[in-house]
């Protein structure tokens, strides 16, 4: 099972920064959280991972909670092309190559 | 850097055949996983092939095999096909086993669609 809650869906208007949480209330100190967002029917796109410290880099921010039990991707100005199904993954380091899937959120971003 | 690809995109097959599917990883990826994606069950880890060996594997039958070759392309097979194995299938690339500390961030390819009538 996923370890990660996200809701279903969401809207954003465009140009507005969108605001997708996720919560991992059940991570462990040796895991990362990782985003993924899936554009209808294609390969899952790599955003962006963190542990513990934000990160930013040329498509989003991460903002992780202290306590690590939730995070926050924002997407700074999100563009039509934003429209998609957004993955929160807690990495399972010793399960090797596994990425557990959850339903994530399908995020629509509206003229 | 070329992306991670994935040979063919569309397969169709009739029940009772099999399928070889094959992946090309990013150049220097050693790691090769696969999944499958389908609407009822969502995205789920197949395996996982370093070294052209399985270092990890997700709950499925025994019908679903793959192999890794010394230049890290991948195939997966599946035999008997059933109805049920129609899905997209993605395989993902990273730089290293992706055991331990976070590393080895995956990247997928653009996934084969099976459809099996």
């Known amino acids: 099972d996923a370890k990660t809650t996200q809701p279903p869906s969401m809207d954003c208007a465009e140009g507005r920064a969108a605001n997708l949480p996720c919560n991992h209330s059940t991570i462990s100190g040796n895991e990362y959280v990782y985003w993924y967002r899936q554009i209808h029917s294609q390969g899952p796109q790599y955003i962006i991972h963190?542990?513990?410290n934000n990160e930013t880099n040329e498509m989003a921010s991460l903002i992780i909670t202290e306590d690590r039990k939730s995070s926050t991707l924002i997407l700074p100005h999100a563009t039509l092309r934003d429209t998609a199904v957004y993955y929160c993954?807690?990495?399972?380091?010793?399960?090797?190559?596994?990425?557990?899937f959850g339903q994530g959120t399908e995020l629509s971003v509206k003229p | 850097k070329a992306g991670v690809t994935q040979t063919p995109r569309y397969l169709i097959k009739t029940r009772g055949q099999q399928v070889t599917l094959s992946c090309s990883p990013i150049s220097g990826h050693r790691s090769v996983s696969w999944y499958q994606q389908t609407p009822g069950q969502g995205l789920q880890f197949l395996f996982e092939y370093f070294s052209e060996t399985q270092r990890n594997k997700g709950n499925f039958p025994g019908r679903f095999s793959g192999r890794q070759f010394s230049n890290s392309r991948s195939e997966m097979n599946v035999s008997t096909l059933e109805l049920g194995d129609s899905a997209l299938y993605l395989c993902?690339?990273?730089?290293?086993?992706?055991?331990?500390?976070?590393?080895?961030?995956?990247?997928f390819g653009p996934g084969t669609r099976l459809t099996v009538l």
């Open positions: 963190g542990l513990k």
């Open positions: 993902a690339s990273s730089s290293t086993s992706t055991s331990g500390g976070g590393r080895g961030t995956q990247y």
């Open positions: 993954i807690v990495r399972v380091d010793n399960q090797g190559g596994k990425l557990i």
